[in-house]
């Protein structure tokens, strides 16, 4: 059994693997093979109908190779996007965490002005309590 059956035979588990099958199919070799085995099956086939299955094979061949190319840019475009969209994410996250951690240092100056604030009525409390009872 040559490549081009097997490859035929047993069925691709994945998209990535049905591709690379598609690729593989596409190569100049494979189409010649497939030429060569359909010219002798069909020795009784006049030249014009061989001419028509070769430029059907060509056909073939070159929308494989169309294909293959397209998903070629189609993976390099999404690399590029999730690339964009993992830095964009990280950028995004390091802003919120900066302007939290920037929340947290004003929470932490108002907690100790207020504590400021605090010991100071205290003092000025015990102060006019003191001075009270002096002038009773």
């Excluded at 070769?54 to 929308?63: A, P, T, V």
Aim: charged residues 35%; contains cysteine.
């Amino acid at each position: 059994m040559d490549d081009v059956s097997r490859k035929r035979s047993r069925a691709p588990e994945s998209l990535m693997e049905q591709e690379m099958v598609i690729a593989e199919e596409g190569s100049s070799g494979a189409v010649e093979d497939e030429l060569e085995e359909d010219t002798q099956l069909s020795n009784s086939c006049s030249e014009e109908t061989i001419e028509r299955i070769r430029h059907i094979y060509l056909k073939m061949e070159q929308f494989t190779l169309q294909v293959s190319e397209l998903l070629e840019a189609g993976k390099a475009t999404f690399k590029s996007i999730i690339t964009e969209f993992e830095e964009r994410l990280i950028a995004i996250h390091r802003e919120q965490i900066e302007k939290w951690d920037e929340e947290i240092r004003e929470l932490r100056l108002l907690d100790m002005a207020n504590e400021e604030a605090r010991a100071l009525l205290r003092k000025v409390r015990l102060h006019l309590a003191h001075n009270v009872q002096i002038s009773l």
